[in-house]
């Protein structure tokens, strides 16, 4: 079973996040910080992440960083959490590998984490 780490902090975004997965097959774990969200990654092996558009854009590089130094495999999915902003002043296009906004079906929020799965899997079949 895969595993989800989700990184957002607290609040009404997160728990909509949190009741989508847990109605999914993955495992998930939550952390509300960057810091947080790495030992959780290094403890718990996590296959994807998930970070939320609340999280600061150099934080969001800088974990990518820091897992991809480990597993260069991962794939990181950025969820907007605001609805409409301007992408290029919310986002980090170098630690992100895919984007889902704000009105996003959970239907689409799945076939995501599903592709970036798929790709990170076929990846390391040919490492």
Known sequence: METILLCAPEGNNRKK???????TRYRFIVSDNIDDAFRLFRRDKADLLLLSGAIK??????????VRHIDKTIPVLFYDVVGSFALSDQISFSAIDDVVFSGSTAKELSWRIRGLLKQSQSMRNQS
């Open 57 to 66: 854009t150099e934080d969001q590089a800088s974990l990518r960083e820091s």
């Open 17 to 23: 996040v949190e009741r989508f997965l847990q109605k």
